[in-house]
């Protein structure tokens, strides 16, 4: 039971780190607007490393998910 609170958190950290995405995201539209290319830049290039990280985080959680109701089936 121990192993699905720990799962549980993970997809919880994933979901944190979705908003923190999103609050990017929204960085990148107001970049837009100002015409700031340097800015633009460092911000598209910050999200492709946090949606890379997101992935990574995703897929152990669901391995670690899919071992333990492999095990305990």
Known sequence: MEELYLVMRD???VEYNQ???LCL???VESAYTTDQQEDT???ANSTKYYV???QK???A???RLDSYI???V
Do not use: C, D, M, V
């Open 41 to 43: 830049q460092l911000i």
């Open 61 to 63: 959680a669901i391995g």
């Open 25 to 27: 995201l929204k960085a």
């Open 11 to 13: 997809f919880l950290e």
């Open 19 to 21: 908003e923190s995405l």
């Open 57 to 59: 985080e995703l897929k």
């Open 52 to 54: 890379q990280t997101l």
């Open 70 to 72: 492999a095990k305990n």
